[in-house]
Every structure is written in structure tokens, then in C-alpha cells.
């Protein structure tokens, strides 16, 4: 890498935030190994020729970078910007990558950069990224300001997009499907009166990630190893073509007492993987 660009992401830094002194004790062919997965030199480069972007622009710049075609099916079901009403956007989460950032640039462009999303505290180390995002603790303990940043994420006068499995789909008896849902978005949307519009995003990892995931649930892993794949995949998947359907926005007042929220998470979840 050209010594004139910046190293935004520095893996030996990160596993020094991560693990204090004890970083000191990973082998040097151990992190060799990270900065490759992790493209640490390819990551880096794109940064530095974007590092003037923020927000939704340097969204969009990762779409162009990643060379993704994107077949938008449904876009007249987004709610028009100037409603006065904020919505919650949820979405399957097949990728880990090009899913977040796709979405994120078409909720952005839709709405002139008015929306937040929870985002893996690790993802906070992109500069472009930040403006946008909630971060939270996944690589250990949730983080006990989790309810704290998703309360000001309600509060605020954006809208929210959200991957309500937390993690990236895996693949269980031969089918690629997201972990159960997280009722978070049903209690926070009834509770400020958002109305909850479903996207379902085409695309899946390699076969090689999916193994690791089911090994790390095996050997019960607290450590999500499968992880550290996600860039890696990521470049995997450049120059391909996903399909994104947007349904129509539920009402709030849909996610009555006839249902507790976690079932209708699983209900939402279901109509995602209908469109």
C-alpha cells in the first residue's frame, strides 16, 4: 500500500482496543492472516479516495465500488419524504456487506440522508459510515447502552433501517434463512407511533462461510469467527446483481395485544420472506 494513504483500518490497533495487553501474546503470522481476510490494503485504498464523502454519498460510492447491479422492485412503496411521518425499514440480512450498504444508500438518496442504523461497533471505524450509524457491541458482551443508543435512535427525527436478526443469515438443512428476529423493532415502533415498511434483499455468502458458521454453533463458540469472513465475502460478491422488493409500510396500530411483539417479529419476518 502507498505510504502517502492513511490506514483507516489497522487491524494490530483494532485487536490492541479489543484485547489491551494481551494483543501482544497473537501471533505475527495471526495477524498477518487478519489483515488478509479483512483486505486490510484494498479497504484501505478505497477509504482514502473516499474520505471527502459521508453519509449517503459515500454509501452510494460503495455501491459503485462493489460494481453492484440493483434491481429495485416495489420503490413506489417507499413513503414519500415529505409525509411528515418516520418510518422503521427492516430488512432479511443475507450478506453481512453489500446489504446494509445497498439499503443504505437507497433509503439514504430517498430521503436526503434522514435515517440511522444499528451497525457492528467495528463498522464505526469507517469514517464514511459514521454519520449514519448506531453502533453496537457484537463481538462480546451486548453493550449496556444498546437500549440507550436504539431509545435516541426512535427519538430522533430520522428514520430507521434495521436488520432485526442481529447477525447475517446462515444456512440450516440446505436453506439460507435469517436467525429468529428481534422484537425491538415492534415494541420501539408501536411506541413511537412508526409505521413498519418490509424489504427483502436477494444475495447469499459462500459455501465456505456457512460451514464456518455452523461449526463456530457447534463448538459453541462465543466468538462470532464467522465474522471476521464478512470483507472477505464481501469482495466474493463484487460485480454481482441483487434484487431488493419493497412491500407496502404496515401500520403501527397492525402489532396489537393479540400477539406479543416477539410473534409479531415473526410475522413481519414472514411477510419479509413473502415479497
Known amino acids: 500500500m502507498s505510504e502517502h494513504i492513511e490506514k483507516t483500518i489497522d487491524i494490530e490497533k483494532i485487536l490492541q482496543s479489543k484485547m489491551g495487553k494481551k494483543a501482544r501474546f497473537v501471533p505475527a503470522f495471526a495477524v498477518r492472516w487478519l489483515k488478509r481476510i479483512v483486505h486490510e490494503d484494498e479497504v484501505n485504498a478505497f477509504l482514502w479516495e473516499s474520505r471527502n464523502l459521508t453519509g449517503t454519498e459515500w454509501l452510494k460510492a460503495c455501491v459503485r465500488y462493489l460494481d453492484m447491479t440493483l434491481h429495485i422492485e416495489g420503490r413506489n412503496n417507499l413513503p414519500d419524504k415529505d409525509d411528515g411521518k418516520l418510518y422503521t425499514f427492516v430488512s ?17 438518496e430517498h430521503y436526503d440522508g434522514r435515517f440511522r442504523y444499528l451497525v457492528n461497533d467495528l463498522l464505526l471505524n469507517l469514517p464514511g459510515l459514521r454519520p449514519v450509524s448506531i453502533g453496537i457491541n457484537k463481538t462480546g458482551r451486548q453493550s449496556r447502552d444498546f437500549p440507550r443508543m436504539v431509545e435516541a435512535g426512535f427519538q430522533s427525527d430520522n428514520h ?35 409505521d413498519v415498511v418490509p424489504i427483502y434483499f436477494s444475495g447469499r455468502n459462500s459455501e465456505r462461510f456457512y460451514r464456518i458458521a455452523n461449526w463456530q454453533k457447534k463448538l459453541h463458540l462465543k466468538v462470532n469467527i464467522a465474522m471476521l469472513f464478512l470483507v472477505d465475502e464481501m469482495y466474493r460478491n463484487v460485480h454481482k446483481t441483487f434484487t431488493i422488493k419493497i412491500g407496502k409500510p404496515i401500520p403501527w396500530q397492525t402489532f396489537d395485544k393479540s400477539r406479543t411483539p416477539a410473534q409479531w417479529a415473526q410475522w413481519v419476518e414472514d411477510k419479509v420472506y413473502e415479497l
Open 92 to 108: 432479511n440480512h443475507p450478506l453481512g456487506g453489500e446489504d446494509g450498504v445497498a439499503l443504505g444508500a437507497i433509503i439514504g
Open 160 to 194: 430507521m433501517l434495521m436488520f432485526p436478526a442481529g447477525l447475517n443469515s446462515r444456512k440450516k438443512n440446505g436453506v439460507i434463512h435469517d436467525l429468529p428476529w428481534k422484537k425491538t423493532f415492534i415494541s420501539k415502533s408501536v411506541e413511537y407511533h412508526r
